[in-house]
């Protein structure tokens, strides 16, 4: 080539004659291919029926077996040569003209990527093995001319160099026939599917393989689904959130385990409390609750976890703190304080945004002075304490308090420029003097509390002012203090000058152990609540004990009190419930919630009832109508998950330790306890006839259990034995033969359980099937719901509508979204619905759809959202809609 280009030769007309030449031997190298194909498929039509490539030995269709073409393919197809590295490989594949829109060529997948060590194919980026490689007769090629100079597959290596491109090729094409020519099964063929295969590096390969599949990844993993045959096409299936929404209706819990200042009376009579993400005004007596109506209320305009709340003297306006977080990016979310109206439920003032660190741990209204400033205390190293101007949100003064954690603060109702704060072993007195109300020239100064011949408690967790000026404080060690007003000496240096000073004056031994809440009554008297005696004492003048009361061990001990209408107690508890009361008539409970981690949940099959369990190892069971505790049992041990029978007379629950319960839902009794395995169960659930039980284990396994006696008979029918991770979800069909389940390595599996607990091999004849209920978060009705970049671990929970309308998804970014149903196409959009301050970690709808049931993860929390709109019961629209997505650009957020 050194010599090629000779004096009288320009780069052009070499250039010309280069491109010509490689046009002619391409031109050669597709007349190849086309004979090669057509002779494969002119042989595979002397071998096999005309309509059929399955493997002579698979049994017949069955009544529950999908056709072998889909009617819906288009009707023009071609073969397209895929280029992998320095070599042409002809694949047949379909590809319809025009493309999907929304479907997108996915990332490359690395050679092998379908393959598993356990040998069996699932949908999922797993291995493959399948009874027949997709639907035949699909291919309409026309068939060119033999040529009598094909160059057989043998031919001698000393051609010339025009002629070792065309052997090349040549030997391909002969390859791919007799790979045509081979069995109907990828078992013989190392388990991969011709038709939804990756390509290898420098491949990119379609999502949308010969008009029946769809393929999406995971992790890099591939995921193949196939379409169903009535689905002519994914542009049949509209865009567009669901015409029915969600509104919040009901939350149950109350956030009394660890934290504090979380309970106030409003001046409408209104209880205000807060769990997750959400401030609840709760009106006791079920009555109208303000302009909203019904018996709760929720302010919901914090991003994050709300830590305190605190009264304005008005009764009317809330200030709410809450937390710093991260949102589903990753990007900080900074702690800030709303000051918001309760009649109206709409925010006022945004205070504090980027002032803060970590939390806002304290905050109280100013009195005197009609509360025109706020202070609060954050949740940094230096639990720095600032003091805002409410109406400006402008801050007056900032000052360090302290290293120790700093649990309660407030204004003295005489005296605006005394400030009090309470925590880890200290009680501080803080002089404000405003700067004339300039920003940030107020001053603070501080004066240590002395505790002198009395013991110095750990900590001060509550104090309150009296009428008179003086204050108690209830500390750790069960002691009331009474701080007194004294003039300082002098002579005594120290920050602050001779000003007035507290000073111990009294103490009374109140409760064994901590003391956790303090509340001053209209009548003058205060109430004190213990934390380990669980006593609630009514203290009069001097500290004279006048009456008492003890809280139930199951609700645990007092964290907040109240004062309501009349003689009206409300009580909040370490054990997150809310009682209503008085220390003559005792106390009953109003707001009940779970004390842990929540995630198992289940719907009532014909009643408006769901039960729930979680790491709190309680078992219990809620009226979604009374909006109320039905009753509770303790597991002993963390239930992880749970299904009704059909007939609604038993439960099983599925418990970390690989053991599982059934209980009757009347007598609360278990009849049965089984042991399978040792893993954890993450699903439990009936077939819909009610004749099988599916339990879904950490050990790889799906136990099949005969079921009798409505439930309360179970004997073992087999096992399910194929995949190669833990099981995460599994659906029974409607017929109650056929099982689909997902596991953690993104398979997706199809079993047939009355046929033995088989394996069905060929996945695509499983396309067309029913499905009782949709839980699988992997398969083609619901693959849109997936954003972009997802890891495999960002949907935790899925739930279709029984009238196969919507779809519900539970998040790891602590949201709730809704979808239309099928969600086959990439992108879906979705409405977004907040209020959780933790992964969303599972959802339910009712009976009937007419409300959704969502439970937070380490909040705690339930939230009963009411289905609005072209929802409820009925039956399915005629045509398929899609439901929304998780990526931010395409969704609604409500």
Avoid at 69 to 98: D, F, H, I, K, Y
Avoid at 505 to 516: L, W
Avoid at 607 to 634: K, V
Wanted: hydrophobic fraction near 30%; aromatic fraction near 6%.
């Amino acid at each position: 080539m050194d010599g090629a280009g000779g004096p009288g030769e320009g780069p052009a007309q070499e250039a010309l004659q280069s491109l010509s030449r490689r046009l002619q031997v391409q031109e050669k190298e597709m007349e190849l291919v086309k004979a090669a194909l057509a002779e494969a498929l002119r042989l595979l039509r002397l071998q096999a029926p005309p309509n059929s490539l399955q493997d002579p030995g698979a049994p017949a269709p069955t009544r529950d077996s999908s056709p072998a073409a889909p009617p819906g393919l288009p009707p023009t197809c071609s073969p397209s040569l895929v280029s992998r590295g320095t070599q042409t490989e002809t694949e047949v594949e379909m590809q319809p003209s025009p493309g999907p829109p929304g479907l997108s060529n996915g990332p490359p997948a690395p050679q092998g990527g379908s393959e598993e060590p356990s040998g069996t194919q699932s949908e999922g980026g797993g291995s493959s093995s399948s009874g027949s490689p997709g639907p035949p007769g699909i291919l309409r090629l026309v068939q060119p001319p033999q040529r009598a100079d094909t160059p057989r597959r043998n031919s001698s290596s000393s051609s010339s160099p025009s002629e070792r491109p065309r052997q090349k090729l040549s030997r391909k094409a002969a390859s791919s026939a007799n790979l045509l020519l081979r069995s109907g099964s990828t078992e013989s063929r190392g388990g991969k599917d011709p038709l939804s295969s990756p390509g290898g590096p420098g491949s990119r390969r379609s999502n949308y393989n010969l008009g029946i599949s769809v393929k999406m990844f995971l992790r890099g993993r591939p995921i193949t689904m196939y379409i169903p045959s009535g689905i002519r096409s994914l542009e049949e299936l509209p865009s567009g959130p669901p015409p029915e929404t969600l509104s919040l209706d009901w939350v149950y819990g109350y956030r009394g385990r660890d934290s504090r200042s979380n309970l106030f009376v409003l001046r409408s009579g209104e209880v205000v409390y807060f769990i997750a993400c959400v401030v609840v005004l709760y009106r006791p007596e079920g009555g109208p609750g303000g302009p909203g109506g019904g018996g709760q209320r929720h302010y919901r305009g914090h991003t994050d976890c709300v830590r305190c709340l605190a009264v304005h003297p008005d009764g009317v306006r809330v200030a709410s703190g809450q937390t710093a977080g991260v949102d589903k990016d990753g990007k900080p979310l900074q702690p800030v304080v709303h000051v918001w109206d309760s009649e109206t439920l709409l925010k006022l003032q945004e205070i504090g945004l980027g002032a803060f660190e970590r939390g806002v741990g304290a905050l109280a209204f100013s009195v005197a002075d009609q509360g025109a400033f706020l202070c609060v205390v954050d949740d940094s190293n230096e639990h720095m304490l600032s003091v805002w101007d409410c109406s400006r949100g402008t801050k007056l003064a900032e000052i360090k308090s302290t290293n120790d954690s700093v649990l309660a603060v407030g204004f003295s109702p005489r005296d605006s420029s005394c400030i009090v704060t309470s925590g880890k072993s200290h009680v501080h007195f803080w002089n404000w003097s405003g700067g004339a109300g300039v920003p940030g020239n107020g001053t603070l100064t501080r004066k240590q509390g002395v505790f002198g011949k009395y013991k110095k408690p750990k900590f001060v967790p509550c104090f309150v002012f009296l009428p008179d000026g003086d204050i108690l404080t209830g500390d750790s060690e069960g002691n009331i203090l009474t701080w007194g007003r004294s003039l300082s000496d002098a002579r005594t240096p120290g920050r602050g000058g001779a000003k007035e000073t507290y000073g111990i004056v009294a103490q009374a031994h109140a409760h064994e152990g901590s003391i956790f809440a303090l509340c001053l009554r209209r009548d003058g008297t205060v109430l004190s609540g213990g934390g380990r005696d669980r006593r609630l004492v009514q203290w009069g003048p001097g500290l004279v004990a006048l009456r008492e009361a003890e809280i139930p061990e199951h609700f645990g001990a007092v964290r907040a009190i109240a004062e309501g209408l009349g003689s009206e107690l409300l009580v909040g508890t370490t054990k997150n419930a809310l009682l209503r009361g008085d220390l003559a008539q005792g106390f009953s409970p109003v707001i009940q919630g779970h004390t842990d981690e929540l995630w198992g949940l289940c719907t009532h099959p014909f009643q408006n009832r769901f039960l729930t369990c979680g790491h709190d190892r309680q078992l219990c069971l809620w009226d979604g109508e009374g909006h109320a505790l039905a009753w509770s049992i303790d597991l002993k041990e963390t239930g992880l998950c749970a299904d009704f029978h059909p007939s609604g007379a038993v439960v099983a629950v599925g418990l970390n330790t690989g053991r599982w319960l059934v209980l009757d839902t009347e007598t609360r009794e278990i009849v049965s306890d089984v042991t399978d395995g040792n893993e954890q169960l993450s699903v439990v659930r009936y077939s819909p006839d009610g004749l099988y039980l599916a339990i879904g284990s950490h050990d790889n396994m799906i136990y099949i259990y005969s079921v009798s006696s409505e439930g309360a008979k179970s004997s073992r029918f087999g096992r399910c034995v194929g995949h190669s991770s833990f099981i995460t979800h599994l659906d029974w069909s409607k017929d109650g033969n056929f099982i689909m389940s997902n596991s953690g390595d993104y398979e997706i599996l199809y079993w047939d359980v009355a046929g033995g607990c088989k394996l069905l091999r060929n996945r695509y004849e499983s396309r067309d099937r029913e499905w009782a209920t949709y839980t699988c978060v992997l398969g083609f009705h619901v693959y849109g719901v997936w954003p972009d970049g997802s890891d495999g671990t960002d949907i935790n929970s899925l739930c279709r509508s029984h009238n196969e309308r919507v779809v519900a998804v539970a998040d790891d970014f602590c949201k709730v979204h809704l979808f239309q149903y099928p969600c086959a196409r990439a992108k879906a959009p979705s409405l977004v619905y907040g209020g959780h301050g933790s992964h969303v970690t599972s959802v339910r709808f009712t009976h009937d759809d007419s409300h959704l049931i969502s439970l937070g993860g380490k909040d705690a929390s339930i939230f009963q959202w009411r289905v609005l709109g072209a929802g409820g019961a009925g039956p399915a629209p005629a045509t398929p809609s899609r439901t929304p997505s998780l990526s931010p650009a395409s969704s609604l957020d409500v």
